[in-house]
């Protein structure tokens, strides 16, 4: 999970991610972060999510369990 926190930090451009907050909560979450968000999970993690569904995570801790179990 360290890994996948770390690429959202970096996309999202936070230096310490807090991952019980949701993508919607930081400032920083715009149209731009979400379409680099989905290319991440297509490229790194070989699923796909609607921006809504990622929007709707409680936190960006359970959007990360939840793409770690489609591995």
């Given at each position: 999970?360290?890994e996948?926190?770390?690429?959202?930090?970096?996309?999202?451009?936070?230096?310490d991610?807090?991952?019980t907050?949701?993508?919607?909560?930081?400032?920083?979450?715009d149209?731009?972060?979400?379409?680099?968000?989905l290319?991440?999970?297509?490229?790194?993690?070989?699923?796909?999510?609607?921006g809504k569904?990622?929007?709707?995570?409680?936190s960006i801790e359970?959007?990360?369990?939840?793409?770690?179990?489609?591995?």
């Amino acid at each position: 999970m360290e890994e996948l926190v770390s690429k959202l930090a970096e996309i999202l451009e936070i230096d310490d991610l807090d991952i019980t907050k949701k993508f919607t909560d930081y400032d920083e979450w715009d149209s731009l972060a979400g379409l680099s968000v989905l290319a991440l999970l297509d490229s790194d993690y070989n699923t796909t999510m609607s921006g809504k569904e990622i929007a709707a995570f409680e936190s960006i801790e359970a959007f990360c369990k939840e793409v770690l179990s489609r591995k």
